[in-house]
């Protein structure tokens, strides 16, 4: 069995990976830390575990997690790079949720973050942990930087078009919403069901710290500079992100459909759906899939791209176990095997 830990037990991301871990069948979760719950049993603060962890909450200690095979961090910003310099240099191997390695550049993540990084020196080597564009480069990995949920749906619906060389690179734009449980499992008056519900709204329009990860993805993939205008919206759910993407094609395409169809035709976790059918954050609750369609309305000069995926999974949790198993050379989809939850 593999020994896993993880770092930040408590959050959304957190909880989601002991769901999914729960039926893996390979992992053996080890170790789960909580500075704030420490000595409290995972099954009483989460009453769904019960009967799959015999597990309590522990301080993180750098020497205990070293001894495991793979180490998780669900933890907010700046927590991951104080640790993994450690826990690297004892051997052990890293998956990040949060957004410390997701940057390459040290100045960009710095003035995105509002402070300095602990541990620059890693981020040449952290492996972006999107596996529809790196799974090579992340099966000998030491260190992945899992993609945030905003930039995994935003990149897989823009991947096929910068790859093909379809689309202006000045056009792009994305318009997504996610569902409250994107802000993490905090208490914020503007997360609150009597704040959210019957209402949606945008946020983060003069910048959100997703874009400069979402313009650095994109642009490896069109080889040459990006620019996105990225407008993030908060849904009255609890799941889910929707992004609709817009983007200027060079020139008239015969059949995007096919195109898109054959770019992800080996892809276990990204379904191009048939043409006419529209993709619903419904659909992929509590499965570590994207569903994306493609369309250029009235036949004019613009493409649109929706793709939906649920931020807990494939925009966080499901998509880091993803990466473990692809980093230990288990098969893709071993404890991801979930369906969608209707209604």
Same mark, same amino acid.
């Given at each position: 069995?593999?020994?896993?830990?993880?770092?930040?037990?408590?959050?959304?991301?957190?909880?989601?990976?002991?769901?999914?871990?729960?039926?893996?069948?390979?992992?053996?979760?080890?170790?789960?830390?909580? %500075?704030?719950?420490?000595?409290?049993?995972?099954?009483?603060?989460?009453?769904?575990?019960?009967?799959?962890?015999?597990?309590?909450?522990?301080?993180?200690?750098?020497?205990?997690?070293?001894?495991?095979?793979?180490?998780?961090?669900?933890?907010?910003?700046?927590?991951?790079?104080?640790?993994?310099?450690?826990?690297?240099?004892?051997?052990?191997?890293?998956?990040?949720?949060? $957004?410390?390695?997701?940057? %390459?550049?040290?100045?960009?993540?710095?003035?995105?973050?509002?402070?300095?990084?602990?541990?620059?020196?890693?981020?040449?080597?952290?492996?972006?942990?999107?596996?529809?564009?790196?799974?090579?480069?992340?099966?000998?990995?030491?260190?992945?930087?899992?993609?945030?949920?905003?930039?995994?749906? &935003?990149?897989?619906?823009?991947?096929?078009?910068?790859?093909?060389?379809?689309?202006?690179?000045?056009?792009? &734009?994305?318009?997504?919403?996610?569902?409250?449980?994107?802000?993490?499992?905090?208490?914020?008056?503007?997360?609150?069901?009597?704040?959210?519900?019957?209402?949606?709204?945008?946020?983060?329009?003069?910048?959100?710290?997703?874009?400069?990860?979402?313009?650095?993805?994109?642009?490896?993939?069109? +080889?040459?500079?990006? %620019?996105?205008?990225?407008?993030?919206?908060?849904?009255?759910?609890?799941?889910?992100?929707?992004?609709?993407?817009?983007?200027?094609?060079?020139?008239?395409?015969?059949?995007?459909? +096919?195109?898109?169809?054959?770019?992800?035709?080996?892809?276990?976790?990204?379904?191009?759906?048939?043409?006419?059918?529209?993709?619903?954050?419904?659909?992929?609750?509590?499965?570590?899939?994207?569903?994306?369609?493609?369309?250029?309305?009235?036949?004019?000069?613009?493409?649109?791209?929706?793709?939906?995926?649920?931020?807990?999974?494939?925009?966080?949790?499901?998509?880091?176990?993803?990466?473990?198993?692809?980093?230990?050379?288990?098969?893709?989809? $071993?404890?991801?095997?979930?369906?969608?939850?209707?209604?």
């Amino acid at each position: 069995m593999v020994r896993v830990g993880i770092v930040g037990g408590t959050g959304y991301t957190g909880v989601e990976l002991l769901r999914l871990l729960a039926s893996h069948p390979q992992i053996e979760v080890a170790v789960i830390t909580s %500075r704030g719950e420490r000595g409290q049993r995972v099954a009483d603060l989460f009453p769904n575990l019960r009967g799959h962890y015999d597990l309590a909450f522990s301080d993180p200690d750098t020497a205990v997690l070293a001894a495991c095979d793979i180490v998780f961090f669900a933890t907010p910003h700046n927590v991951a790079m104080q640790m993994v310099p450690e826990l690297l240099a004892a051997g052990a191997r890293v998956v990040d949720l949060s $957004a410390d390695y997701r940057i %390459r550049d040290a100045a960009l993540w710095a003035a995105w973050y509002g402070e300095e990084h602990r541990s620059p020196q890693l981020l040449a080597e952290a492996v972006y942990g999107l596996p529809e564009v790196n799974r090579a480069a992340i099966a000998t990995a030491r260190l992945v930087a899992c993609p945030g949920c905003y930039p995994t749906s &935003v990149q897989l619906g823009f991947l096929p078009l910068l790859a093909n060389n379809l689309v202006d690179l000045d056009t792009l &734009v994305a318009s997504s919403a996610s569902g409250v449980s994107g802000a993490g499992r905090q208490a914020k008056l503007d997360n609150l069901l009597s704040e959210t519900s019957g209402s949606f709204k945008a946020y983060g329009v003069g910048g959100h710290r997703h874009l400069p990860e979402i313009e650095q993805g994109l642009s490896v993939v069109a +080889g040459s500079e990006v %620019r996105l205008t990225f407008v993030p919206h908060l849904a009255p759910m609890v799941r889910g992100i929707h992004s609709t993407l817009f983007a200027r094609l060079r020139s008239a395409i015969g059949d995007l459909q +096919g195109i898109f169809e054959e770019y992800y035709r080996d892809e276990p976790f990204v379904d191009v759906l048939p043409a006419g059918m529209w993709p619903q954050t419904r659909s992929v609750k509590g499965a570590n899939q994207c569903q994306i369609a493609v369309a250029v309305p009235q036949q004019r000069d613009t493409v649109v791209v929706m793709a939906a995926i649920d931020n807990l999974v494939k925009g966080a949790s499901g998509q880091a176990v993803q990466n473990m198993n692809i980093m230990l050379g288990l098969p893709e989809d $071993a404890g991801l095997r979930q369906v969608g939850l209707l209604p």
